[in-house]
């Protein structure tokens, strides 16, 4: 993961969860190191410095990043959003509030998101 992904707090405090739950392993970008311990991809903003990298290694997206946790478990990551905005209380922010708060960094993982949960049942 690019340093760069850190800011804003809300993207950052999103992935560190999901780096938490074992989503992912967590590893910090300097290309070589990401080479030795096995990382497939490096998570950026800054995707035009990361062009060539070494076969097995792809740069992606927080969005794209994102999207691809969803897809691996919709259900689990939706428990992690909620808990995520039950978590901020100062001031207290609804999961509708946090999807917005991130949907200017990671529009298509909003979406997604936004899509499953219409197809959800309450409670659920």
């Known amino acids: 993961m690019d340093a760069n992904v850190l800011f804003p707090l809300t993207l950052r405090d999103t992935l560190l969860r999901a780096a938490a739950e074992d989503?992912?392993?967590l590893r910090w970008s300097i290309?070589?190191?990401?080479v030795k311990s096995g990382?497939?991809?490096?998570t950026t903003s800054?995707?035009?410095?990361?062009a060539r990298l070494?076969?097995?290694l792809e740069a992606q997206s927080p969005d794209e990043f994102l999207c691809s946790l969803f897809d691996l478990d919709p259900e689990g990551f939706n428990d992690l959003?909620?808990?995520?905005?039950g978590d901020l209380r100062n001031p207290p922010v609804t999961l509708d509030g946090l999807l917005q708060r991130l949907s200017k960094q990671v529009p298509g993982f909003v979406a997604a998101v936004r899509s499953h949960l219409v197809g959800v049942p309450r409670g659920t």
């Open 39 to 42: 990382a497939q991809v490096i």
């Open 23 to 25: 989503l992912f392993q």
């Open 81 to 85: 959003l909620r808990q995520q905005a």
């Open 54 to 56: 070494p076969e097995g």
């Open 31 to 34: 290309v070589v190191v990401a």
């Open 46 to 50: 800054n995707l035009k410095d990361f």
